[in-house]
């Protein structure tokens, strides 16, 4: 499981690293993500997963391997080398195997690779793919989820061209199974089904003793169906199941004491809310009386386990541009934030978390992906008893030597006085007195947030890239972001391109003050909800000489009969487009959009569910029959963000192409 908190790790100075011909869309895809930072139970090692971008003539993908690297120092080793991504990588419980997720056998399965050497071995044959497991207590049996696949019958119509199918109708869902470490003496490993109605199982977590497994269910695998989760207990001998928590609330993650008695899991608010509010709760195994634990800073707490002594719950969440690791005690609810002040770390001052953050099964030592605007990301990892992070692998220490620009974290006014925080990135040549052109990128979500990243990750809007060609960026965190406590994230209700539009508008007045912005050359770009509001924007100003709208929400009447999730636009406007119609029209770009001038790339995905292609459509034909500039560019097979890296490179590239046209 991700669990995601901005970092930041203070610099090593770039300017003593001879320059090149600088970043490009393409140089930056040279960027190794660096995923599941797993301490081993011993924390002598930690394995991590490397992302790599594989691109040759007829080649475009992701491709993800497992390395290992040890908490004392030394090289660190790649562990999986296949031509398929090896994902997931879980320790058993005595540290002397590691299982995986993948694809190599056609569907993802579960694989375990000895530490004392040999290869990889299949242990589930499903038809479905994997989506979670965890070993059992003893390290002798693994429980897994898996989707359902295509019955026979169903495969033969589909042979015969006979498949046409019911919407909604005949759903698939992940359900829970078990299978045994010992191998067949008559074949392959059998399956015990442990969850056999048609709930989709979200997540799930063994009983200290072996003999239980909690998890969280929803009514289907639909996006729009996370509200209704809740929690149950599946005992293994005999199967018999028994509801823990079914409230109007959503309950998940559920996470098992040390002593077996109790289950912490988060629960929502009683009516689920989209923007995003939960506590931390307890449940008594045996009488099943729920303890709610006090609010957390943002209320979004992911939680990462207990701790060692079974006193503490650790988590992160999003804490402004850097966020935060906590730790807090199930008695009283004390909250302690682990990742403040400076540790003094081999190559110099760290400060703040990492981007994705782990806990060790025993509960005492987290693994940790540290990176900031000018490191790109580093493995770290630190015991809990004594915090302080000490990076241990830099997968990305062969990347060209190319100057990074300047970036830094500002503060302004927007509407109604609240204050508003963002991250300004500056042209990479730039020099006092000398205004450059701005680029403004609102975030998705809307309740994303822009985090202290490494500017050289490659993107749709490529940061690196832009401010060599001279750019300024800013990346506003505007309400409705998270980070900034449940108030600010729920600030946006029923508002969209209301207060958040002003508080951009302000951050451009801000950076112009500053004296970094020409006004006369402004720009705007975003994906999802940011497409959202830079179509707005494009219906509200003619400041901006130029937009690009990617995946974005233009009509939200349309956009919630046609996307995955159409119970999210009704909860952010009080009801549906039939019971609110004048607030639908109100704040959708194209009820505005008469009177356009603002030349407009738009870019969207043709498999995009989330957010359907037709959104882009209505936007480009609106804008083109009033003969405005305008371009579409249109990425098949991709969903609602690109996985492909030649994908990726095209859209960043156009954007640089773009941008260069009628800003310089």
Known sequence: MRHLVFAALASLSLASQEPSQGWTPEAMLQVKRIDAPRPSPDGQWVAFTVRSAMMGPEQSEFRTQIHLAATTGGTPRALTQSEKSSLDPQWSPDGKRLAFRSARSGKMQIYVLRMDGGEAELITTGK??????????????????????????????????????????????????????????????????????????????WAPD???????????AKADHWPTADLALVALEGGKQRVLAATSAAESTPLFSRDGKTLAFT????????????????????SGAIHTLPATPDARAQL??????????????PTAT?????????????????????????????????????????????????QTSSEPPALAFSPISQFSPKVIARPNEDLPHHPLPRTEVIRWKGAKGMEIEGILTHPLQGKPG???????????GPTQVYGETYTATPSQYPLAALAANGFAVLRPNIRGSSGYGRDFRFANEGDWGGLDF?????????????????????????????????????????????????????NLMSFNGTTDIPGFVPDYFGGESWEQLDRYRAHSALFQVKGVTTPTLIQHCEGDQRVPIGQGYELYNALKRQGVECRMQVVPRQAHGPTEPRALLRLSEANVEWFSRWLK
């Open 128 to 205: 479905g793919d994997v989506t979670e497991f965890a070993w059992s207590p003893d390290g002798r049996q693994l429980a897994y989820t898996m989707t359902d696949a295509k019955t026979e019958e169903e495969e033969k119509r589909d042979r015969a061209k006979d498949d046409a199918r019911w919407h909604e109708e005949q759903p698939r869902v992940a359900r829970l199974y078990l299978t045994s470490l010992a191998p067949e003496a008559s074949g392959p490993r059998g399956a015990c089904l442990l969850t056999p109605e048609p709930r989709h199982v979200l997540s799930f977590d």
């Open 322 to 370: 850097r966020g935060g690791v906590y730790s807090m005690r199930t008695d009283d609810g004390t909250l302690l934030r682990l990742d403040t002040g400076i540790w003094t770390v081999a190559n110099g001052p760290m400060v703040g978390a990492g981007e994705f953050v782990e806990l060790d099964p025993t509960g005492r030592y987290l693994g940790m992906v540290v």
């Open 502 to 554: 002003q508080d951009l508008m302000a951050g451009v007045d801000h950076v112009i003050t500053l004296g970094v912005a020409d006004p006369q050359r402004l720009g705007i770009a975003g994906w999802s909800y940011g497409g959202f509001m830079t179509s707005w924007s494009i219906t509200q100003t003619k400041r901006f000489k130029a937009a690009s709208v990617g995946a974005g929400v233009t």
């Open 304 to 317: 990462l386990g207990w701790s060692g002594d079974g006193k503490h719950l650790l988590f992160v969440e």
């Open 210 to 220: 072996g003999t239980a497994i909690a998890y969280a269910h929803a009514l289907s």
């Open 267 to 286: 629960l929502s608010d009683s009516k689920p809310r989209w923007a995003g509010s939960h506590r931390i709760a307890l449940l008594d195994v045996a």
């Open 434 to 444: 000398m205004k450059a052109p701005l680029l403004v990128l609102p975030h998705g």
